[in-house]
């Protein structure tokens, strides 16, 4: 993991969404995303990878990003601080049949 394959500096949430729904494609399947203090990582098998830099997991923001790529995380602990560099998540959750209906 040297170099991104392409890179997109923060400015607003729809402007990051639309960076990763063009540059997706050219990943393989996801694997991970790693989250630091100022930027945000999606790695796929391959390790291969492209960063939103300005961007942490100290960010509001960084919540939606994380939900697009159906990243495996607590929306209510991603903020806490850490002492490692950074923040590690698997991607790919599955939800069960029916998990968003109300019985």
Do not use: C
């Not at 949430?13 to 729904?21: P, S, Y």
């Not at 494609?25 to 630091?36: G, K, Q, S, T």
């Not at 995380?73 to 490692?84: C, K, L, S």
């Amino acid at each position: 993991m040297l170099t991104p394959l392409a890179t997109h500096d923060f400015s607003d949430l729809n402007a990051a969404i639309e960076f990763i729904k063009r540059t997706r494609w050219e990943l393989r399947e996801l694997w991970m995303v790693r989250v630091w203090k100022d930027r945000y990582q999606l790695i796929d098998v391959n390790k291969d990878y492209f960063e939103i830099r300005v961007l942490g997991y100290p960010d509001a923001d960084i919540v939606p990003l994380l939900r697009m790529v159906n990243a495996a995380f607590d929306p209510a602990t991603i903020h806490d601080p850490t002492e490692v560099e950074y923040k590690e998540f698997l991607t790919g959750r599955r939800f069960p049949w029916a998990h968003d209906r109300v019985m």
